[in-house]
């Protein structure tokens, strides 16, 4: 029976969210599987991955064939070279501690990696922001300039309405005041 590590797609529509599977390669790709060996949700970024390294070594050691997309994540995850240094460890060319201490070295070096791409990602976010809050600043400094222009520009043409309404009213009563 041969057998594919590969993704089974769940989620919803434009929202994919994926399980990483052993399944028979004859199986539908949503149907039926041998062993579930990890999640894998691109939604987020950096993606999300979370994986049985160990059972994925067992499958890849048992002969399971990843798909290339499946091979990608394995390979992300240290998988690939798990399997790598466990071929060295069984022809005899490191012991066990070599093979553990060199893949311990690759996963804090990626892990490294990794932080720096969320550090910067968060760090582009926090300055696109801070922009964006300028910008609505300058947006509403100039929103505000402008109605206090217009406010000053009613008030001025009340004021000279007040004095035309009152400077006929001021020549009525000295017409009247001439006339008495």
């Not at 790709?29 to 062993?35: A, F, P, V």
């Not at 390294?53 to 997309?69: E, F, H, M, S, Y």
């Amino acid at each position: 029976m041969p057998v594919k590590i590969r993704l089974q797609r769940h989620g919803k529509k434009g929202k994919p969210f994926y399980w990483i599977i052993a399944a028979d390669a004859r199986a539908k790709r949503d149907g039926k599987y041998l062993d579930k060996i990890g999640i894998y949700n691109p939604n987020t970024n950096p993606a999300t991955i979370e994986l049985d390294v160990d059972g994925a070594v067992k499958w890849l050691q048992n002969g399971a064939q990843p798909t290339d997309t499946a091979r990608a994540i394995l390979s992300y995850k240290g998988v690939l070279l798990k399997n790598h240094l466990a071929g060295g460890v069984r022809k005899g060319a490191l012991t066990e501690e070599q093979a553990e201490e060199k893949f311990q070295a690759w996963v804090n070096e990626k892990e490294g990696k990794v932080s720096d791409k969320k550090e910067t990602l968060s760090s582009a976010q926090e300055a696109a922001k801070a922009k964006a809050l300028e910008a609505e600043k300058e947006v509403n400094a100039k929103r505000e300039a402008a109605a206090n222009e217009a406010a000053t520009a009613a008030a001025d043409e009340a004021k000279a309405a007040e004095e035309a309404a009152a400077a006929p009213a001021e020549e009525a009563s000295t017409e009247e005041n001439k006339e008495a």
